[in-house]
């Protein structure tokens, strides 16, 4: 009889791989080796430099599969001086294990793999089990889960139903669920004007008087009052700029940033639309050209409260003793990819550390994610 995968010494086994984006630092190797000689089907999906790994148990194209969507890259150290511990060391403190990717999340693949292995050992079940681990859920995430997910299009792999492991609690292991996510998107306003001295300023074209009057215009109203299930969008100005050493000059160009976090009331094309619309009319106004720059990182979605959020809600109560909170609030995950595949939610660890110098977790919650994902492929294939 094998003995059930330890997801703290697995979590260590990655932390000390050094896994940051874009380098695969050996923490896909370790899976592969574990997932492999458990009797999975593994195959690396790298793509552009970035190493993915899908791995299967059972069927090609099984009636009930069941996905779990993760990563192992992680984000840089940081001031290295300003860590307690040795950032790629597992080590554990006080029944803290810290290392970064301890929350982002590491200890989260560990916990469904080792769940997944003990799961199929014990209770072989009619279906699929499905693991879709990247390492660019961190850098530009053009290469990571899309690559995944076309080349499971391409070989007719599929997922009926996908949990992604991102920390998804604010405060207390178990209190709050992902069912759906903001959109997102960034636009960068180029101003072109006439350059001229300050103090003959009717001789130039201000292209920052412009911006400035563009950017007013952007916040004068919000975007909207939220939604049944999404919060207001908001609009954030996080730049502007023109590189001018001198105080007597009005500059020829200026630039400005805004980034917007959007519910299911709008789409990227229809923002797009708002933000030209808008830039077009100061353009008129002032004789300034504005050009906009604009990327979607990705649209707002939502899995509707169901099937699939009670039975994970269900499993999260009966480990925790908390109901989750079904919430779409926080930044971007790779769910947004996943959700054109099927339907998807997102639940684990408590997030509170995750980026930050001494990333760590709490060794006991380990242990308690895993018997969370035990309990919700029990539940699936019951």
């Not at 080796?33 to 190493?51: P, W």
């Not at 997944?116 to 072989?124: L, S």
């Not at 920052?208 to 009052?225: C, F, G, I, Q, Y």
């Not at 930044?331 to 660890?349: M, Y």
């Amino acid at each position: 009889m094998s003995q059930p995968v330890d997801p703290v010494k697995l979590t260590a086994d990655l932390i000390r791989c050094p896994s940051v984006t874009p380098a695969e630092g050996g923490a896909l190797g370790v899976l592969e080796t574990l997932l492999s000689d458990a009797g999975f089907t593994c195959t690396r999906v790298d793509r552009n430099g970035i190493a993915n790994l899908y791995a299967r148990w059972g069927t090609r194209g099984a009636n009930r599969s069941f996905g779990f969507n993760g990563h192992t890259d992680v984000v840089p150290v940081g001031d290295l001086s300003a860590w307690t511990q040795d950032p790629f060391g597992a080590a554990i403190v006080d029944g803290w294990m810290y290392g970064r990717g301890a929350t982002d999340m590491k200890s989260g693949v560990a916990a469904f793999a080792a769940a997944a292995i003990d799961f199929i050992r014990e209770t072989p079940p009619d279906g699929a089990v499905i693991l879709a681990i990247t390492g660019d859920e961190e850098g530009d995430a053009q290469d990571g889960t899309t690559a995944l997910l076309d080349w499971m299009a391409a070989n007719g792999e599929r997922m009926t139903h996908c949990l992604v492991g991102e920390p998804t609690c604010p405060n207390e292991m178990g209190d709050m669920m992902k069912i759906g996510r903001r959109g997102s998107m960034t636009c960068w306003f180029t101003a072109t004007g006439v350059q001229g001295h300050s103090a003959y300023p009717h001789r130039a074209k201000n292209p920052m008087s412009a911006l400035v009057k563009l950017l007013a215009r952007l916040e004068e109203k919000p975007l909207d009052e939220g939604t049944d299930h999404f919060d207001a969008s908001t609009l954030a100005i996080t730049t502007i700029d023109c590189g001018n050493p001198a105080n007597n000059v009005i500059p020829a160009k200026g630039t400005a940033t805004v980034n917007i976090r959007f519910n299911d009331s709008h789409s990227g094309a229809s923002l797009t639309d708002w933000l030209k619309s808008h830039a077009q009319a100061v353009e008129r106004e002032t004789g300034v050209h504005i050009a906009c720059r604009i990327q979607i990182s990705g649209e707002s979605f939502l899995t509707p409260p169901g099937e699939l959020s009670e039975m994970i809600a269900r499993a999260v109560k009966a480990e925790t003793g908390r109901t989750p909170e079904l919430s779409t609030s926080g930044g971007t995950s790779d769910a947004r990819f996943v959700k054109n595949h099927c339907p998807v939610v997102e639940f684990g660890l408590v997030g509170k550390t995750m980026h930050q110098v001494d990333e760590r977790v709490q060794v006991d919650q380990i242990h308690q994610l895993k018997s969370i994902y035990t309990r919700i492929l029990r539940d699936y294939f019951a």
